[in-house]
């Protein structure tokens, strides 16, 4: 062929899960390319093409303009091959082992539009009311990937073959055409082929396994009835209700948790709380992203109480709100209507959701009434994400749910292969560095039972195995530096299972060095940062609080911090405040005049 080139493409990024070689395919496809696209592990996508040397132009230049909007391409690198190799057609081979130092899986995403229209559609029968409808564009990533390269035999849905008969068209036929947004979708399925919900009472028997329709009807009588439901998503369960303030007072007191903790709220539009709370432009933008994280909105002054009940946060000022994103909770308004519903983890505290319908049944039989589960397994749990937006930022206070598994990039090279770093005890997130990307896994809440406990390491190695880092490539191991954390001693495992250092960072320096990566400072600056968490262990064996900290990447000087405080009972301070005022009060006018001022004010027994 006069004028022809073969090429090699490698890209990496978020590439795999996305759309991505299908996008390819018919790009290639549309320039009269030849050749093979294929998955790499975590090393990207390759592919090898041949055609006139104006249309690889066209395609290589095409690359970033078309890409699917989910999609990043982290680089492109391409090379001319001296081949004699002539190809006759276009194909998407089988996907191979590589390795690479990113990460190519994406997020959870979001159900797409599309999708809702198919689902809502009943002229699509296969699709029609189906709550697990997805495409090469939306659905499960994160949660159901067992290992790279991303295919459907190494994800969950492995026990869901495509079907072959189901009408108007097969999956299997879907699947392989290239003209359909479900080519080469790796997580989709429908009422004939994939996982469906059965609904479940309190004893673990089975009390609707009909129709999804008779199903979401029965649902919605139990929750009009004031019923708790506890249902199983994506990554994890959610316990819901109505929220008004009889439903919520009820579920507060069964969850056993302090009167005043909030809930997050689940709406089918932000039209419903419009007159009850303020919502930016950028607030609206996140809540509508394929992320769809808890996002804390500010109470309007005289806001509509009918609307927004103001048992669901009593004492603040804002509330966390979240829009549907799987095709359940779209369903679930379709049936019960335009009301705002507790959506809660499915959780005892400081216990990780079970993600097993038996497990489920058995930690929440106290808390919910009726239970709506399905039988795909959820390979990590993942709860939902929550952030405020702040001059016009995004501030994340957990970061879980459409945001993992994406990587930090840090502002500086690092000469390191890897290294695992276990976090604090509380809110605690694990990490995995990698060259200079740090991985965080999704959070993983209190290391303080031994479920968290498994959780972090479980968590921890399963990120490992997507970066496919070797035990060998791990150099050193990182942890607070307080010695009675849980996870000081799972740091402490891992030193000697990696049979590496073990390096103990103190608490609010760590909070500092994370600003500092966050905001792109060098490695040879230094900034002055204020910490106002609460206490942590000192490198002089002294509690600490309030510090000034002059601070570079490899050491700090604490050069300024609030007068040292009595704790009773030490540590249980951070949890019960009332024991930090009154060690206070005590130490500052004397055991006969903090007597006095006890007797006058209500302290809470803890």
Same mark, same amino acid.
């Given at each position: 062929m006069k004028d022809s080139k073969t090429i090699e493409a490698n890209i990496t990024g978020i590439v795999q899960g996305v759309g991505f070689r299908p996008f390819l395919y018919n790009l290639a496809r549309s320039l009269n390319l030849k050749g093979y696209i294929l998955n790499r592990g975590n090393a990207g996508v390759r592919l090898v093409l041949q055609g006139f040397s104006a249309n690889l132009n066209d395609f290589i230049e095409n690359i970033k303009l078309k890409k699917p909007q989910i999609s990043f391409i982290e680089n492109v690198s391409i090379k001319s091959l001296n081949s004699i190799k002539k190809f006759d057609i276009l194909a998407i081979k089988e996907s191979e082992q590589g390795r690479g130092t990113s990460l190519t899986l994406p997020t959870d995403i979001a159900i797409c539009e599309t999708c809702l229209k198919d689902m809502r559609n009943p002229q699509m029968k296969k699709y029609y009311q189906y709550p697990f409808i997805a495409c090469a564009l939306c659905g499960p990533r994160f949660t159901?990937?067992?290992?790279?390269?991303?295919?459907?035999?190494?994800?969950?849905?492995?026990?869901?073959?495509?079907?072959?008969?189901?009408?108007?068209?097969?999956?299997?036929?879907?699947?392989?055409?290239?003209?359909?947004?479900?080519?080469?979708?790796?997580?989709?399925?429908?009422?004939?082929?994939?996982?469906?919900?059965?609904?479940?009472?309190?004893?673990?028997?089975?009390?609707?396994?009909?129709?999804?329709?008779?199903?979401?009807?029965? %649902?919605?009588?139990?929750?009009? =009835?004031?019923?708790? *439901?506890?249902?199983?998503? !994506? +990554?994890?369960?959610? /316990?819901?209700?109505?929220?008004?303030?009889?439903?919520?007072?009820?579920?507060?007191?069964?969850?056993?948790?302090?009167k005043y903790k909030p809930f997050a709220v689940m709406v089918p539009n932000l039209d419903i709380v419009r007159d009850s709370l303020k919502i930016s432009l950028e607030e609206r933008e996140i809540l509508n992203s394929f992320r769809r994280p808890i996002v804390l909105l500010e109470k309007k002054n005289n806001g509509d109480e009918s609307k927004m009940s103001n048992?669901?946060?009593?004492?603040?000022?804002?509330?966390? %709100?979240?829009?549907?994103?799987? =095709?359940?909770?779209? *369903?679930?308004?379709?049936? !019960? +209507?335009?009301?705002? /519903?507790?959506?809660?983890?499915?959780?005892?505290s400081s216990i990780p959701m079970a993600i097993e319908n038996t497990k489920i049944i058995e930690q929440l039989k106290d808390l919910a009434d009726i239970f709506l589960l399905h039988n795909r397994q959820i390979y990590q749990r993942v709860d939902d994400s929550v952030l405020r937006m702040h001059d016009s930022k995004v501030k994340l206070i957990r970061r879980s749910r459409g945001f993992v598994p994406e990587y930090l990039s840090l502002p500086f090279e690092v000469d390191i292969s890897s290294a695992i770093a276990t976090g604090p005890e509380l809110m605690t997130t694990g990490a995995i560095l990698r060259r200079n990307r740090i991985f965080q896994t999704q959070h993983i809440g209190h290391v303080t039972h031994l479920e968290t406990y498994d959780f972090l390491k479980e968590s921890l190695f399963h990120m490992q195995n997507l970066l496919q880092v070797k035990d060998a490539e791990?150099?050193?191991?990182?942890?607070?530096?307080?010695?009675?954390?849980?996870?000081?001693?799972?740091?402490?495992?891992?030193?000697?299972?990696?049979?590496?250092?073990?390096?103990?960072?103190?608490?609010?320096?760590?909070?500092?060095?994370?600003?500092?990566?966050?905001?792109?400072?060098?490695?040879?600056?230094?900034?002055?940062?204020?910490?106002?968490?609460?206490?942590?262990?000192?490198?002089?064996?002294?509690?600490?609080?309030?510090?000034?900290?002059?601070?570079?990447?490899?050491?700090?000087?604490?050069?300024?911090?609030?007068?040292?405080?009595?704790?009773?009972?030490?540590?249980?301070?951070?949890?019960?405040?009332?024991?930090?005022?009154?060690?206070?009060?005590?130490?500052?006018?004397?055991?006969?005049?903090?007597?006095?001022?006890?007797?006058?004010?209500?302290?809470?027994?803890?």
């Open positions: 159901t990937v067992k290992e790279l390269p991303y295919d459907r035999e190494r994800s969950t849905m492995i026990e869901f073959p495509f079907c072959t008969h189901a009408e108007p068209i097969s999956c299997i036929k879907e699947y392989s055409d290239f003209n359909n947004r479900r080519f080469h979708a790796q997580t989709f399925s429908c009422s004939v082929c994939g996982p469906h919900y059965t609904l479940y009472d309190r004893e673990g028997e089975v009390t609707q396994e009909k129709q999804i329709e008779d199903i979401l009807v029965e %649902i919605t009588r139990r929750l009009n =009835g004031g019923d708790v *439901l506890a249902i199983k998503g !994506i +990554g994890g369960t959610h /316990l819901v209700c109505l929220a008004n303030d009889k439903n919520i007072l009820k579920l507060r007191k069964r969850k056993g948790e302090r048992q669901i946060a009593p004492g603040l000022n804002n509330i966390g %709100i979240m829009l549907p994103y799987s =095709g359940i909770h779209h *369903l679930l308004f379709d049936f !019960i +209507g335009e009301k705002p /519903l507790i959506y809660t983890s499915g959780n005892k791990i150099e050193f191991i990182a942890c607070d530096l307080h010695p009675a954390f849980i996870t000081t001693q799972i740091a402490q495992e891992f030193s000697s299972k990696f049979n590496v250092d073990l390096y103990q960072i103190q608490h609010h320096y760590a909070h500092i060095l994370s600003l500092m990566a966050e905001n792109d400072v060098k490695i040879d600056e230094k900034i002055v940062g204020i910490c106002t968490d609460g206490i942590g262990y000192g490198t002089d064996g002294n509690i600490w609080g309030g510090e000034i900290i002059l601070s570079d990447y490899n050491k700090f000087q604490r050069i300024g911090h609030l007068e040292n405080q009595p704790m009773i009972g030490g540590d249980r301070c951070t949890k019960y405040p009332a024991r930090m005022a009154a060690s206070i009060i005590l130490n500052k006018f004397g055991i006969d005049e903090a007597s006095k001022i006890f007797n006058k004010i209500e302290i809470i027994n803890d």
